[in-house]
């Protein structure tokens, strides 16, 4: 595959960079280690915000036999969406939830009705989120955008738009709930939104599971009770609702409780961090290292990080997009005997020694052999404290490991077929012995 530079007007091949980023490079071969430290950062915190860390605990449960889990991926990034929507909504004006500290001294010093109200709050603003997440990661989200409004939005708490008009396509009333009492109030409220036209017949409604049967019971309630009090217009209205009413049901109230406790736990805590902070991505960062990620640095990423020095992309653009580019080539297991580097010294890498491990493809080994001379780069990242093949050493330990566990349990399995055997013969010669003592007898 071949693009076309802007820089040079020139075609380049994949794996190539343009000459005059290659100059730059040679003038500056400091950029090199702080484009290592960027695409490791980068890439961290991709990680954290993304699911690439669940194949790396898959491989490495498999391998020993353990069974490793971490928060550092969605439900992390989920969990500080829920802070958020808190701090810009149901406490923007108190400032209760602007950061960790302030939330975790909030439900420290609260009440018994503001730690009811709190899980409340908790309850429906996760539910918000899940149903935005889940908006988001449909298809149709290329010609529609879903977004929680800021306020309280009467009648209903999400809307979705057509990208391309701007025109509200349908608004929808999200609910939670922990127990059969919050679904019957739910149900409850939802009518009632119907019937004072802030949710519209042609709305929708996200839910738990047994929304859909508890909203169909107080529908046909009310309709009984408007025709009963000669209510016709009521009772159409409401009817109508009953056939248009669009309702999803997403999680259940087990779900719901799980998540409000969670949030919970880290608000008492002290971590309800409202944006992805350093601290957060080093931890997340660090169980990745332990489980054995690794993420390559690339030449592509070696040029964004040259433009974004030269003002030609902004930091968050080039953030973005190596970090994308990073993650692309997660290294599992046994694959990382291909890892050259291991880079303990990044900005935010650094946590007890351990942090992601990044290895130079054959690639753009070639490439910076080509630039700086071969063995040259190595010697950069040398003298700017980075260390060649403790990686490896990682992996080769992780894989020992995995073999003693295996070796262990096959010892086990053979030494319990062993002891079953002893048991059995011990058995049969008792039974034997028992035989021959009978016939003496009887002789």
Not at 266 to 285: F, S, Y
Not at 322 to 335: F, L, N, P, R
């Amino acid at each position: 595959m071949v693009r076309y530079c802007e820089k040079c007007r020139e075609i380049h091949d994949a794996g190539d960079m343009c000459p005059k980023y290659k100059e730059q490079l040679k003038k500056h071969p400091e950029w090199l280690a702080e484009a290592a430290d960027f695409a490791n950062v980068a890439a961290q915190e991709r990680l954290v915000s993304t699911q690439a860390l669940d194949s790396v605990c898959k491989v490495v449960n498999k391998i020993s036999g353990s069974e490793l889990s971490f928060e550092g991926t969605k439900q992390a990034a989920r969990d500080i969406q829920v802070f958020a929507k808190l701090n810009s909504d149901s406490f923007r004006n108190s400032g209760q939830f602007a950061n960790a500290q302030a939330a975790s001294e909030t439900l420290k010093n609260g009440s018994e009705g503001f730690q009811r109200y709190l899980k409340g709050r908790l309850n429906g603003t996760g539910q918000e989120i899940d149903w935005l997440r889940s908006q988001q990661g449909k298809f149709s989200g290329i010609l529609k955008k879903s977004t929680l409004p800021d306020g309280n939005t009467v009648g209903y708490d999400g809307e979705t738009i057509n990208r391309f008009t701007g025109k509200v396509i349908e608004r929808t009333s999200v609910k939670a709930a922990e127990g059969s009492s919050g679904l019957y109030t739910n149900a409850k409220d939802i009518v009632e939104a119907l019937e004072k036209g802030t949710l519209n017949p042609k709305d929708a409604v996200t839910g738990v599971k047994g929304t859909k049967e508890a909203v169909a019971k107080a529908l046909e309630k009310r309709v009984s009770e408007a025709a009963a009090s000669g209510d016709t217009n009521l009772a159409n209205k409401l009817t109508q609702a009953k056939d248009t009413l669009k309702i999803n049901e997403m999680g259940t109230m087990d779900s719901t409780k799980e998540s409000t406790d969670r949030l919970l736990e880290k608000i008492k805590n002290g971590n309800a961090n409202t944006t992805i902070t350093p601290d957060l991505v080093a931890q997340k960062a660090a169980q990745g290292a332990v489980v054995g990620a690794a993420v390559s640095l690339t030449i592509s990423s070696i040029t964004n990080y040259i433009k974004y020095k030269n003002g030609e992309i902004t930091r968050d653009e080039a953030f973005r997009d190596v970090g994308e580019d990073s993650v692309k080539g997660v290294i599992t297991g046994g694959a990382m005997g291909v890892i050259t580097l291991f880079l303990p010294g990044g900005a935010i890498g650094f946590v007890a020694g351990v942090a992601i491990g990044m290895y130079i493809s054959e690639v753009t080994g070639n490439f910076l052999d080509e630039v700086f001379g071969k063995g040259a780069y190595e010697q950069i990242l040398h003298a700017c404290g980075y260390v060649s093949g403790t990686a490896k050493n990682v992996v080769d330990m992780i894989s020992q490991f995995g073999e003693s566990v295996e070796n262990i349990n096959k010892y086990n399995t053979q030494s319990t077929q062993i002891q079953n055997s002893i048991v059995k013969n011990q058995k049969i010669n008792r039974k034997t012995l028992d035989e021959i003592n009978g016939l003496l007898e009887d002789f």
